[in-house]
Structure formats: structure tokens, C-alpha cells
């Protein structure tokens, strides 16, 4: 990608008052208030919703409640660590195999590669049929995610490994790529009533998928960025 350089990394150590039956007397300001909560509700109900649909962890359900009026699913520009992890050879794998083959495989692939995304506090954008799309430090911040996304990253590819060999022994030949940018992206909650998805929009997706198209199998790529986050917890090649 013009302007940035890439480099593969691996890593050695994975870093009372009583109850009245009158009813409730309203006055015009109560009325508003309580049209004011109903409003929240929805909101709430809503943002939950998208937070559900990503999958995201309790803090952010909490971060939610408590942000009042200021919801951190509104639309913003934050730095953030994207990860495009893609199965490989699993086109062809599709075109011969059944459909069960392939529902068992995905769920065996989701099911671990998941399990390390919440790991790590990674924050999943969306399955993309093989494809998985992870970020890091967004909608909550966290410190270091630079390492967390690499860190994450290396873990996947070990625990693919078990998974390969199990699925080679059934004539499945699939892999694992995985590519790492850091910057600036466009978040928040994306979609129309009754569909929203909490997203990341901008050239650090498309440049994690880039790295990602260009690793080979069983390799991590980054972008210099990315690599700067690192320390020497990390081996890099360039």
C-alpha cells in the first residue's frame, strides 16, 4: 500500500415507605418526564440491539446505561487497531463439500477464533462468511491495543493449528491469514430501524484487508503503524 510498509510478525510469549393503590397523580412536567424516560428506554433498547448484534462485552451494555444522552454508539472518529483475519482455500473447499461440512467447519473456525476475540477484548465488527473483522480500542478504550490486536492475532494462529491438522486429515486444505492497520476510522451504530450494526468505516479497514490478501498461510502482516505499537515481547521480520 503506498505510503506504508509491512512487515510479518510472530511472537514468542503471547503477551420503604408502604405500597399505595392510588393511582399516581401526574402533572405536566411529570407527564414530560415520563415521556422523556420512555424515549431512554427505547433508546437504550435500540442501542442494546447493536451491542447484541456485535456481540460486544457487559462494559459496554454499562457504558450504555450510564452515558445518559451521550451515547458512545453516535457516530465518531477514534484511532484504532483492525484485524482481517481470512480462511484460506476455503472457496474450494465450499465448492466441493456439503453443506453440513461446511456449517461444521465454520462453527469449529467461529467458536475458536471468538473465543480469543473476547479474550483480548476485541470488538467484533461481523462475520464475513470465512472472514472475520475484529477492532480494537472502540466503542471502549483500552490501553495497548496495538498489542492486544497482535497478541490476539499470533494466539489465533496457534490455536488454528490443532484445527488445520484435524481437517487435513478429512481432505480439507485450509489456512490461516491474518492482517493488522492502525489509524483513524468512522464508528457508531450504522443501519435503519430494527438493523443496526456497530461498524468501522474508513482506509484502515480496507488496508488490514490488503495485508491480509498479501500474508501468506500461518503469517500475521502488519502495517508500520501497527508495528510501532509493538515492543520486543514481539519478533518482527521485515
Not at 93 to 112: G, M, S
Not at 120 to 132: K, N, P, Q, S, V
Not at 159 to 171: D, I, T
Request: hydrophobic content about 45%; aromatic content about 8%.
Amino acid at each position: 500500500p503506498s505510503g506504508r510498509s509491512t512487515s510479518t510478525t510472530r511472537v514468542r510469549r503471547p503477551p420503604g415507605r408502604p405500597a399505595s393503590n392510588r393511582p399516581p397523580i401526574r402533572t405536566p412536567s411529570s407527564a414530560a418526564s415520563s415521556r422523556s424516560r420512555t424515549s431512554r428506554v427505547a433508546n437504550v433498547r435500540r442501542e442494546a440491539a447493536a451491542v447484541l448484534i456485535i456481540g460486544a462485552v457487559a462494559a459496554v451494555a454499562d457504558a450504555i446505561v450510564s452515558a445518559g444522552e451521550n451515547s458512545i454508539l453516535a457516530p465518531h472518529r477514534r484511532e484504532i487497531c483492525y484485524v482481517f483475519v481470512d480462511l484460506r482455500g476455503f472457496t474450494a473447499f465450499t465448492d466441493a463439500a456439503e453443506p453440513e461440512e461446511v456449517q461444521a467447519v465454520l462453527h469449529d473456525y467461529h467458536a475458536a477464533m471468538g473465543a480469543l476475540i473476547t479474550e483480548h477484548e476485541g470488538t467484533l465488527d461481523r462475520f464475513a462468511g470465512d472472514g472475520i473483522l475484529i477492532f480494537f480500542n472502540d466503542p471502549i478504550p483500552i490501553p495497548e491495543p496495538g498489542k492486544r490486536a497482535a497478541a490476539m492475532a499470533l494466539a489465533m494462529q496457534a490455536r488454528f493449528a490443532p484445527l488445520r491438522q484435524r481437517w487435513l486429515k478429512l481432505g480439507y486444505d485450509l489456512d490461516l491469514g491474518i492482517g493488522i492497520a492502525k489509524g483513524f476510522a468512522t464508528l457508531g451504530a450504522f443501519g435503519f430501524e430494527g438493523r443496526f450494526d456497530y461498524s468501522a468505516i474508513g482506509s484502515v479497514v480496507n488496508l488490514a484487508a490488503r495485508l491480509c490478501a498479501e500474508s501468506q498461510p500461518g503469517q500475521t502482516v502488519i502495517d508500520r503503524r501497527a508495528r510501532a505499537a509493538l515492543d520486543d515481547d514481539f519478533d518482527v521480520e521485515p
